[in-house]
């Protein structure tokens, strides 16, 4: 099982990133996915899951309105699109599934 995560970068508050998380290993479309985050001194935390099908998403209420879970499993990738970035998205972005997580991608919203 392998999950790679790109897309993270430094972005300016109110701007946009998505992030992507390429999946391989197992049976991609067999298996909700998620997104988690791990900001300095505090828990991993979820931030986004998806179903199998993308027919339903679950948000954390931090991002809720500003971030958009969906998955493409022709591709077996799953993609985390962040809009109206705040200083507190400054966080490690993390893709679960499967029992397994991936490396991270940093995501840095600083002026």
């Known amino acids: 099982v392998q999950l790679v995560e790109s897309g993270g970068g430094l972005v300016q508050p109110g701007g946009s990133l998505r992030l992507s998380c390429a999946a391989s290993?197992?049976?991609?479309?067999?298996?909700?996915m998620s997104w988690y985050r791990q900001a300095p001194g505090k828990e991993r935390e979820l931030v986004a899951l998806i179903t199998t099908a993308g027919g339903s998403t679950t948000y954390a209420d931090s991002v809720k309105g500003r971030f958009t879970i969906s998955r493409d499993n022709a591709k077996n990738t799953v993609y985390l699109q962040m809009n109206s970035l705040k200083a507190e998205d400054t966080a490690v972005y993390y893709c679960y599934g499967s029992g397994a997580w991936g490396q991270g991608t940093q995501v840095t919203v600083s002026s």
């Open positions: 290993g197992f049976s991609f479309r067999s298996y909700f």
